[in-house]
Nanobody, 123 residues
Framework: VQLVESGGGLVQAGGSLKLSCVAS????????MGWFRQAPGKKREFLAA????????TYSDSAKGRFAISKDNAQSTLFLQMNDLKTEDTAVYSC?????????????????WGQGTQVTVAS
């Protein structure tokens, strides 16, 4: 499975970005997926997860209410809509995938990772 993220960039505080993650090698319906981020000097942080069918999602406290995860199995694409961005959201954002049935919230649960996309929020 290969994962390729896109959609990162520079945005002003209060703005929005939509990240995409295109999966190849497996049908998206066979993959549970998640979004994580890592800021310089910090541990990788869980943001959101979605199950194989896309019917169940979960969020971290930092993402709840501002971020929304979704997937389009037909397009083999995972999304993360991010609204009301704050300077502390600045990080490298990565998507991850695994062949399990639950909602994964820790990095060790995922087998496949994208290379990441930089999100920078300016004040």
């Amino acid at each position: 499975v290969q994962l390729v993220e896109s959609g990162g960039g520079l945005v002003q505080a209060g703005g929005s970005l939509k990240l995409s993650c295109v999966a190849s090698g497996r049908a998206l319906g066979e993959l549970a997926m998640g979004w994580f981020r890592q800021a310089p000097g910090k541990k990788r942080e869980f943001l959101a997860a979605i199950n194989r069918r896309g019917g169940s999602v979960t969020y971290s406290d930092s993402a709840k209410g501002r971020f929304a995860i979704s997937k389009d199995n037909a397009q083999s694409t995972l999304f993360l809509q991010m609204n009301d961005l704050k300077t502390e959201d600045t990080a490298v954002y990565s998507c991850a995938a695994g062949m399990f049935w639950f909602l994964g919230t820790t990095p060790k649960e995922y087998t496949y990772w994208g290379q990441g996309t930089q999100v920078t929020v300016a004040s």
